[in-house]
């Protein structure tokens, strides 16, 4: 009985707080006793008031407008309990530190000094063993008509392939230059052939014999005589112009006399080595001392070579550009989302040249954003369709679309480049042979970079050698080998995957932590704001309490009626089953609780109910 008295006193009184009814009983004597205290207390003020003014001192009047909650709050000196001080300081800090953190593109400062190449940072240990498979494959040309080219016929070419040899990188001897932000390092390279995925690497092979028409193309410059000699020599040699080999041996290496001969007595800057071998100085560690930026003073040319060897320019050549290394190595290249540029290089040392990737458009790689990039049809060949290839032009040169001579650093041989099966080429180089089918997506040199990191997700390097072999009627073992450019074989380099670990840290980088971090400093500056706000609203409705008891009382009084009004919905069933009852038991207390308004001077501390009077006499 006791929680009912108390349940309905605190309804009524909520009752008649927040809708404003006439009241009845104890309640009206009090409102009406608490009115003549304050007109009896108005005159003592004014007087006060009166007298403080003639006195010159100010008094704090009795009543005063309030103001807002936060002045009021700091006015009155109101104390605040440690553990909401605590939540509004916590709050503060989190508030300040969203907004410093959505303001400040310190996600973008925090991705580039780790991009940096430095000792013990992300990039470095990518850079340094990246872990990556990256392959190697060779496809051959194995001519199946050597007779009937010597008698007049186009050579007829078979492609015999792919070898395919799984490249374990490593950079070695590192050392960072800190006077000019470089890292100076040596690659180590070791290629294991890879059966899986390859043919038979002692598949036979007919393929020109290199040494010996390099020497026979040398041999018109040499005069009458010395040509003759040349070729009583080759004859009691018994070389041919064509050879049998396997394609591991013209890979890797095979025992050639003229070679030899050349390694002995060639001057040092252009011996060859003492066996012939299209790809034979890859394995082991380099010789070769590059010199790369790490991008400190500046991310335009990040990744690029700084110097070979002590040398910041290549010496086969004589003028700009074609001297220039400032080229990428593969591992980096420079951000696009950072330069804006259109353009990146790249440098390899078998093509004795850097080679340019225009941009072309935006793709997507594994779920991360990257920039495709090709190498423009226009890279190889005459000064005609690009002038930059005028300086690669020699004497004895004849400029040529789609082909590029790199003859100065591969020992004097007449080594020519171009795309595989003369893709993007001049039509007259593909029409003098048969068997070559050019196609962009197996032929083309492409790359897709990621664009804020400047990390290559895909890219493959595809490059066709060709030997120009000119007549050397002088020559007898020769003297029927017409001037033609002999394709030899192609190669792809590459990678066409990321590893599981490096494709994780990208993805954090570029897709997940663009959008979390704007999302985490918003809810910060929204936590932290209504942490203050709630901490002072509290702080607002405990002062306005202590001051003014009834304001407990109407709090008390909405939570009861909430109560209540929920107890009502969730048993209504309950009550249709006793209205009856509830009706019998409303007539009965009716009289009591009419008594109780219409008589305000008995004070009897019976229960209050919570209908007005004027309710009750309609229902009677």
Same mark, same amino acid.
Not at 64 to 91: F, Q
Not at 224 to 239: C, F, Q
Not at 302 to 325: A, K, Q, R
Not at 516 to 525: C, K, R, T
């Given at each position: 009985?006791?929680?009912?008295?108390?349940?309905?006193?605190?309804?009524?009184?909520?009752?008649?707080?927040?809708?404003?009814?006439?009241?009845?009983?104890?309640?009206?004597?009090?409102?009406?006793?608490?009115?003549?205290?304050?007109?009896?207390?108005?005159?003592?003020?004014?007087?006060?008031?009166?007298?403080?003014?003639?006195?010159?001192?100010?008094?704090?009047?009795?009543?005063?407008?309030?103001?807002?909650?936060?002045?009021?709050?700091?006015?009155?000196?109101?104390?605040?309990?440690?553990?909401?001080?605590?939540?509004?300081?916590?709050?503060?800090?989190?508030?300040?530190?969203?907004?410093?953190?959505?303001?400040?593109?310190?996600?973008?400062?925090?991705?580039?000094?780790?991009?940096?190449?430095?000792?013990?940072?992300?990039?470095?240990?990518?850079?340094?063993?990246?872990?990556?498979?990256?392959?190697?494959?060779?496809?051959?040309?194995?001519?199946?008509?050597?007779?009937?080219?010597?008698?007049?016929?186009?050579?007829?070419?078979?492609?015999?392939?792919?070898?395919?040899?799984?490249?374990?990188?490593?950079?070695?001897?590192?050392?960072?230059?800190?006077?000019?932000?470089?890292?100076?390092?040596?690659?180590?390279?070791?290629?294991?052939?890879?059966?899986?995925?390859?043919?038979?690497?002692?598949? !036979?092979?007919?393929?020109?014999?290199?040494?010996?028409?390099?020497?026979?193309?040398?041999?018109?410059?040499?005069?009458?005589?010395?040509?003759?000699?040349?070729?009583?020599?080759?004859?009691?040699?018994?070389?041919? !112009?064509?050879?049998?080999?396997?394609?591991?041996?013209?890979?890797?290496?095979?025992?050639?006399?003229?070679?030899?001969?050349?390694?002995?007595?060639?001057?040092?800057?252009?011996?060859?080595?003492?066996?012939?071998?299209?790809?034979?100085?890859?394995?082991?560690?380099?010789?070769?001392?590059?010199?790369?930026?790490?991008?400190?003073?500046?991310?335009?040319?990040?990744?690029?070579?700084?110097?070979?060897?002590?040398?910041?320019?290549?010496?086969?050549?004589?003028?700009?550009?074609?001297?220039?290394?400032?080229?990428?190595?593969?591992?980096?290249?420079?951000?696009?989302?950072?330069?804006?540029?259109?353009?990146?290089?790249?440098?390899?040392?078998?093509?004795?040249?850097?080679?340019?990737?225009?941009?072309?458009?935006?793709?997507?790689?594994?779920?991360?954003?990257?920039?495709?990039?090709?190498?423009?049809?226009?890279?190889?060949?005459?000064?005609?369709?690009?002038?930059?290839?005028?300086?690669?032009?020699?004497?004895?040169?004849?400029?040529?679309?789609?082909?590029?001579?790199?003859?100065?650093?591969?020992?004097?041989?007449?080594?020519?480049?171009?795309?595989?099966?003369?893709?993007?080429?001049? !039509?007259?180089?593909?029409?003098?042979?048969?068997?070559?089918?050019?196609?962009?997506?197996?032929?083309?040199?492409?790359?897709?970079?990621?664009?804020?990191?400047?990390?290559?997700?895909?890219?493959?390097?595809?490059?066709?050698?060709?030997?120009?072999?000119?007549?050397?009627?002088?020559?007898?073992?020769?003297?029927?080998?017409?001037?033609?450019?002999?394709?030899?074989?192609?190669?792809?380099?590459?990678?066409?995957?990321?590893?599981?670990?490096?494709?994780?840290?990208?993805?954090?980088?570029?897709?997940?932590?663009?959008?979390?971090?704007?999302?985490?400093?918003?809810?910060?500056?929204?936590?932290?704001?209504?942490?203050?706000?709630?901490?002072?609203?509290?702080?607002?409705?405990?002062?306005?309490?202590?001051?003014?008891?009834?304001?407990?009382?109407?709090?008390?009084?909405?939570?009861?009626?909430?109560?209540?009004?929920?107890?009502?919905?969730?048993?209504?069933?309950?009550?249709?089953?006793?209205?009856?009852?509830?009706?019998?038991?409303?007539?009965?207390?009716?009289?009591?609780?009419?008594?109780?308004?219409?008589?305000?001077?008995?004070?009897?501390?019976?229960?209050?109910?919570?209908?007005?009077?004027?309710?009750?006499?309609?229902?009677?």
């Amino acid at each position: 009985m006791g929680l009912e008295k108390h349940y309905l006193r605190y309804g009524r009184t909520a009752r008649d707080q927040l809708l404003h009814w006439a009241t009845c009983g104890r309640a009206a004597r009090r409102a009406q006793q608490q009115q003549q205290q304050q007109q009896q207390l108005q005159p003592q003020q004014q007087q006060q008031t009166q007298g403080s003014s003639s006195t010159g001192r100010r008094s704090r009047p009795h009543v005063t407008h309030r103001g807002t909650p936060l002045s009021m709050l700091i006015s009155h000196g109101v104390k605040i309990s440690n553990n909401r001080l605590a939540v509004i300081i916590i709050g503060i800090v989190t508030l300040i530190l969203g907004i410093v953190l959505s303001s400040i593109p310190w996600l973008d400062y925090f991705i580039l000094k780790n991009l940096r190449l430095w000792n013990d940072t992300l990039s470095y240990h990518y850079w340094q063993r990246p872990g990556v498979i990256r392959l190697t494959k060779v496809y051959i040309y194995n001519v199946t008509n050597p007779d009937g080219f010597l008698g007049g016929e186009k050579p007829k070419l078979q492609e015999v392939g792919p070898f395919v040899y799984r490249e374990d990188m490593e950079k070695v001897n590192v050392k960072f230059h800190e006077n000019n932000y470089t890292v100076s390092y040596q690659h180590k390279k070791i290629l294991q052939f890879v059966p899986e995925l390859s043919i038979d690497k002692n598949t !036979p092979i007919v393929t020109p014999n290199i040494p010996m028409l390099t020497l026979t193309s040398l041999s018109p410059k040499l005069g009458y005589l010395l040509s003759k000699t040349i070729s009583i020599v080759l004859t009691a040699a018994k070389l041919k !112009p064509f050879i049998n080999v396997t394609a591991d041996q013209l890979v890797f290496g095979y025992d050639d006399a003229l070679v030899s001969l050349a390694h002995r007595f060639y001057p040092k800057h252009m011996r060859p080595m003492e066996r012939m071998g299209l790809l034979l100085g890859r394995n082991g560690t380099l010789t070769e001392v590059s010199n790369i930026k790490t991008g400190y003073q500046g991310m335009e040319q990040f990744g690029y070579i700084d110097s070979l060897n002590g040398m910041d320019h290549l010496s086969h050549w004589n003028e700009e550009p074609c001297t220039s290394i400032a080229g990428s190595e593969g591992s980096f290249f420079p951000p696009r989302d950072i330069t804006k540029s259109d353009v990146v290089h790249i440098y390899d040392k078998d093509l004795c040249r850097i080679i340019p990737l225009r941009y072309v458009k935006r793709v997507e790689k594994d779920g991360l954003a990257a920039d495709l990039y090709r190498l423009p049809n226009n890279s190889y060949g005459d000064s005609r369709n690009n002038p930059e290839n005028k300086c690669y032009d020699t004497n004895d040169y004849e400029a040529v679309q789609g082909l590029q001579n790199i003859s100065p650093c591969q020992y004097g041989a007449p080594v020519y480049i171009s795309n595989p099966h003369f893709y993007e080429s001049d !039509p007259q180089l593909l029409d003098a042979v048969e068997g070559l089918q050019p196609e962009r997506e197996k032929h083309e040199t492409y790359f897709k970079i990621q664009p804020k990191l400047g990390v290559p997700l895909e890219g493959k390097v595809r490059i066709q050698l060709n030997l120009k072999v000119t007549r050397a009627k002088d020559v007898h073992p020769v003297r029927d080998f017409r001037d033609f450019v002999f394709p030899v074989m192609w190669l792809e380099e590459g990678i066409s995957e990321l590893t599981p670990a490096i494709k994780g840290w990208l993805y954090l980088a570029t897709v997940i932590a663009p959008h979390a971090v704007p999302i985490g400093s918003y809810l910060m500056i929204v936590g932290g704001a209504s942490a203050v706000i709630f901490s002072f609203v509290r702080a607002y409705q405990n002062f306005m309490f202590a001051r003014d008891p009834s304001l407990e009382i109407l709090e008390m009084g909405r939570r009861s009626l909430r109560r209540g009004s929920s107890f009502i919905a969730h048993q209504q069933h309950k009550l249709m089953l006793h209205q009856r009852d509830n009706y019998a038991l409303l007539r009965t207390h009716m009289p009591h609780a009419m008594t109780a308004c219409l008589d305000p001077e008995r004070d009897s501390d019976d229960v209050q109910p919570i209908i007005d009077c004027a309710a009750g006499i309609q229902e009677v």
